[in-house]
């Protein structure tokens, strides 16, 4: 009997401007599609995102979690400066691969 093999899929999501609590509903509905779609490597593209909360913040956790535990990952590119030293700040840059971040990404 032959195994069926797995396709490795890989997708890039624009965060877009703001994640907050306006914008988190659309964006866990894109995240929510790739995650059924099988998708085993998602990355968050954040160029150009300003802002981001609380409710958006909850948000790329539990998308990391949700990749997780489907086998998966997430990965965050083109972090602003300011998110990024958030995501230092907070010890998030221990939990998700950060694949380019400062000024130079802006």
């Known amino acids: ?16 401007k ?14 929510t599609k790739s995650v059924k779609q099988g998708i085993v490597d998602l990355v968050l593209d954040m160029k150009g995102v ?4 609380s409710m958006g913040l909850g948000l ?3 998308a990391q979690h949700s990749m997780a535990a489907a086998g998966g990952k997430l990965s965050l ?3 602003p400066e300011n998110l990024f030293q958030l995501f230092r700040i907070m010890h998030l ?3 998700f691969e950060i694949q380019g971040f400062g000024k130079e990404s802006l």
């Open 60 to 62: 790329v956790i539990a």
């Open 18 to 31: 703001d994640l907050d609590v306006s914008t988190v509903g659309a964006f866990k509905a894109k995240l």
């Open 77 to 79: 590119k083109n972090v």
């Open 1 to 16: 009997m032959a195994q069926e093999k797995r396709k490795f899929k890989k997708k890039t999501v624009k965060a877009g």
């Open 50 to 53: 300003e802002r981001i909360d």
């Open 93 to 95: 840059d221990m939990i």
